[in-house]
Structures are given as C-alpha cells and as structure tokens.
C-alpha cells in the first residue's frame, strides 16, 4: 500500500470520497497475493481511511453503499458459523469489500477486456425515460430502485458458496429481468417466469432481506 498521507484538513465532496475508497481498494487489490487478500472489511476500511485521509466512519460508510450500489465496489458475503459454549452453532456472517471489475476499469481506464454495451450504437439521450444503469444496462427511470435490488442480489449469489451451475442459472434469471426493465412495459410472462425461479432458489440460501426489497418492487409488474 502506498505511505501514509497527511490528513487532508479541508471539507472534501463526496465525489472525492469515492475516489479515495475507489483508489485504496484498488491498491490493495493490485498489491495483494492472494484473493482473500483482496478483501477489507468495513471497520478496518474506515480505520484506514481515517488514519489517511481524516475521514469520518460515516463518510466512509454511506459513500462506499454508494459505490457497492453502482457496482464499482463488491460486497463479498462469506458463511460463517461460530460454537457456543454450551455446543450451539450460530451463524456469523463475515461481511468485506473488494473492488469490482468495473471498478478497476473506472481507475485504469478504458481496456480492451471491458464488456461492450450491447446498446452501444444507440443514442439513450434520445429515449425518453431511459437511463444507463452500471456499465452495460439500460433501465427505464421508474425501474431504478427494482434495478438496484437486482444488483445487489446479483452480488450476493456470485459471492455465496452456492454451486457455480445454480450461480449460473440463478444470475441468468436476474439478468433476464434486468433486460426487460428498459421497456417502459416490461413482458409480464418473461418476469413472473423468472422471478417465480430466483425467489425458490435465493429462499433456500438466505438473502431474504435483499429479496424481500427487490419483490416490493418486482410485485406491480407481476400480479
């Protein structure tokens, strides 16, 4: 990691915060040896950023929710479980931060291995009510928060120990909803398939804060 900085005295906007996390998980993950070691969990983040920059836990905290919810960040969910003294297993989630490919991207710049768009030869200013959302999707303004939910079940199941084919098959499904959520009326069929799909598998592996959000959003389109 590079040497300690003298502590920045000035207000700093929140645009520059980012760009502080984005360049210190980017560091470590250039200068780690291992996957793992890509890793930080939130406390120590913030105590190094802290130590760094003189920044608050709470800068750090609600702008890297910021920078997980526009996949620059991945949230890394490990399954854990610890034994009571009196022989009880309970579980205790390990929650750490690394960055994302898209994040890396956002700091080396454009590269040659980065997903194309396949909206790529549209012009979205010209679409009315429709945004780009993350690197390659286009989402209709009043599907955001349902995009967003998307999101962050998609990085949950890549970082579970589920099997890599229901990986597959389950974020195949977000992906297809996700599609959809560029029409400003999105195929009623082709969502209730897939979601009908995504609740059963996610309810059998927890995520049930995440997927209760997301159906809150999801229910209008559906019912």
């Known amino acids: 990691m590079s040497a300690k900085k003298n502590i920045i005295a000035k207000t700093l906007e929140p645009d520059e915060i980012r760009d502080l996390i984005l360049n210190y998980l980017y560091e470590l993950h250039q200068s780690a040896r291992g996957v793992k ?25 609600s702008n890297l929710d910021y920078l997980v919810q526009k996949e620059w960040v991945k949230q890394v969910l490990r399954d854990r479980t610890f034994t009571t003294k009196s022989g009880v297993e309970v579980p205790n989630e390990k929650v750490s931060y690394k960055v994302s490919d898209l994040g890396i991207d956002r700091v080396e710049g454009e590269s040659r291995f980065k997903k194309q768009s396949p909206f790529g030869a549209v012009n ?22 349902l995009a967003e939910h998307l999101s962050k079940l998609e990085q949950a199941v890549s970082a579970t120990g589920m099997p890599d084919n229901e990986k597959i098959a389950l974020i195949g499904d977000i992906e297809t909803i996700k599609s959809q959520l560029a029409k400003p009326a999105p195929d009623q069929s082709i969502l209730r398939q897939a979601w009908t799909t995504i609740e059963r598998v996610v309810t059998a592996h927890g995520f049930a804060t995440i997927l209760v959000e997301a159906a809150k959003h999801i229910a209008p389109l559906i019912s």
């Open 124 to 145: 979205i200013g010209n679409v009315q009510g429709a945004v780009v959302f993350g690197d390659h999707n286009v989402v209709n303004n009043q599907f955001i928060p």
């Open 37 to 61: 070691a890509q890793e930080i969990k939130l406390r120590d983040l913030q105590r190094q950023l802290k130590s760094e920059h003189g920044l608050s836990q709470q800068e750090v905290s």
